[in-house]
């Protein structure tokens, strides 16, 4: 039985290369390890916290590398169309897939984040209050020379800038 896709690899020979397949191989192993490492330093760095927001990056970054290069080498090279379709869907399926994982996992981290933010923020409220109520209970003349309690204000955000 005769497979298409096998039959069209053999339409220009001219375009494989001949031996020395087994140091392209190991040279090119690593590639894909190293962009799935930098797709999430760019996502963590661009702040995107979310699945949806991965992946709009995720189908950005197909837009703007591998897709105009497929189709550029497409132009130049005798390549079959089910190779050119082939590569730039296979780019796109493997962006999307680490657009996902990294979107889940980034999304998982923030989100336990703000749990233990939140928890701290709480307890030092717990904490300011308790000061405020023993400063209250004290008499006018022991609280001379102590902070008054207008010049605290509970929950007070501090906005620097970061995210």
Not at 13 to 40: D, H, K, M, Y
Not at 119 to 143: K, Q
Request: net charge positive; aromatic share 10%.
């Amino acid at each position: 039985m005769d497979f298409p896709l096998a039959r069209s690899a053999t339409g220009y020979p001219e375009i494989w290369r001949q031996g020395a397949e087994r140091r392209a191989i190991a040279l090119t192993s690593p590639l894909p390890f190293l962009r799935c490492g930098v797709f999430a330093y760019v996502t963590a760095r661009l702040g995107l916290h979310s699945v949806s927001g991965a992946v709009k990056l995720a189908v950005a970054v197909w837009l703007i590398g591998p897709l105009p290069l497929i189709l550029t080498d497409a132009a130049f090279m005798k390549l079959h169309r089910v190779f050119v379709v082939s590569y730039a869907l296979g780019w796109l399926i493997k962006l999307t897939i680490v657009a996902v994982a990294v979107g889940w996992f980034l999304r998982r981290r923030r989100q336990e984040n703000l749990s233990c933010s939140l928890a701290r923020s709480d307890f030092n409220h717990g904490l300011l209050r308790g000061v405020i109520a023993r400063l209250r209970s004290r008499s006018t003349s022991e609280r001379k020379g102590v902070f008054s309690t207008a010049s605290i204000r509970p929950r007070q955000q501090i906005n620097i800038g970061l995210h």
